[in-house]
């Protein structure tokens, strides 16, 4: 009897030890992650970007953009904001809000723009500003992507008969202090042993007022900035921008660093209105491709197929709503800058990349 008992107790111990690793077996199986395919899923909550998140307590977006800059901001004679920047701004608030006029536009010179940005006055600059490395590693700024490629030249008047740069030795030339114009300018003449005298100004409207004084022989800034002054200027034929161009500027939206989820949105807002161009996706027949349209990029673009807006905390319709709120890049492009402003600026390098000639422009796809 006694070893009866004794195999007995062996077989339940045995059977309890069975039972028991199976159990743990799957209760392993059952908290081992599931492999799955990358996908778009919506964002829990806002509380992944506290920028977006105060944006919509707001209930409107400050946008940083310039005090004055025909073609990219400036107010027309009835107080509204206009420009190439502006229809940016508008972008992104319909790309939150559905509503293009959600949103506040803050004028700020170069000089205090990052400042305003830092303390929280404003939560993005839609303001030409050049991504540049000391800007972008400052740990304070992070840039979102680049919506128009530009360079430094120099506005001269005619009468000067002048055919390149490299004959302003000893000229007063106006330059903005606070930006990359600055440093530009020094390393363009020092480098090629020029002398030359600054007139050094704070804003770049008053740099435009010198040069109308003739304070300064030649104006520096961005060639785009250049072609705007120009246009303000009593007889704009008399002066010419000559064809040097010495420094590289790529323009684009700057937020504050350490909220991916907003930079997010500001990069994708971007993405969508070059992808749109890219596509024939424009502001009178956006409803209509999205209704209609078959064409699966078309479709993820406009919100038809998958969840890309609500992975980052936006509408599905968030990039159709930014197309309807002033149409896709080129759009934005021709009415600002283009054929179709007093600027008349070539698209060149701001062409799209699969244009001829091609140009930088190229849109991230959206999967």
């Known amino acids: 009897m006694r070893t009866s008992k004794v195999v007995t107790g062996i077989s339940l111990a045995l059977l309890l030890a069975t039972g028991a690793c199976e159990r743990q077996a799957k209760t392993d199986q059952a908290e081992a992650p599931t492999p799955s395919r990358p996908t778009a899923t919506a964002m829990p909550d806002d509380r992944a970007s506290p920028t977006l998140a105060a944006i919509k307590q707001r209930g409107r977006l400050n946008c940083g953009v310039n005090q004055g800059l025909v073609g990219f901001a400036y107010t027309d004679n009835r107080g509204a904001w206009r420009g190439f920047d502006v229809d940016f701004c508008r972008a992104t608030a319909a790309a939150i809000f559905g509503d293009p006029d959600a949103v506040r536009f803050v004028p700020l010179t170069a000089e205090l723009r990052f400042e305003a940005l830092r303390d929280g006055r404003v939560d993005v600059l839609w303001r030409n500003t050049s991504w540049t490395m000391s800007r972008d590693t400052g740990g304070e700024l992070s840039f979102a992507g680049i919506n128009y490629y530009d360079g430094q030249g120099f506005l001269v008047r005619r009468a000067l008969n002048l055919n390149s740069a490299a004959e302003l030795n000893g000229a007063r030339i106006c330059v903005q202090t606070g930006s990359t114009t600055e440093l530009n300018v020094e390393d363009y003449f020092r480098t090629r042993g020029i002398e030359f005298r600054p007139v050094m100004v704070k804003t770049e409207e008053e740099a435009r007022q010198a040069y109308a004084r003739e304070e300064c022989d030649a104006f520096t800034a961005d060639i785009s900035a250049l072609a705007a002054a120009r246009t303000t200027l009593a007889n704009p034929q008399q002066h010419a921008i000559l064809p040097d161009v010495i ?84 759009e934005i492009f021709e009415r600002n800058l283009g054929q179709q402003s007093a600027l008349n600026l070539a698209r060149g390098l701001n062409a799209q990349w699969s244009a001829r000639p091609g140009g930088l422009i190229y849109a991230l796809p959206i999967r």
Do not use: M
């Open 247 to 330: 420094s590289k500027e790529p323009l684009g939206p700057v937020v504050r660093q350490g909220d991916d989820q907003w930079t997010a949105v500001i990069r994708w807002t971007l993405n969508a209105l070059i992808l749109g161009e890219e596509l024939g996706v424009t502001k009178s027949n956006v409803a209509g491709l999205a209704r209609d349209s078959q064409e699966p990029r078309i479709r993820r673009l406009l919100g038809e197929d998958g969840e890309f807006g609500p992975s980052i905390g936006l509408p599905r319709s968030w990039a159709r709503d930014a197309i309807a709120a002033g149409g896709n890049y080129g």
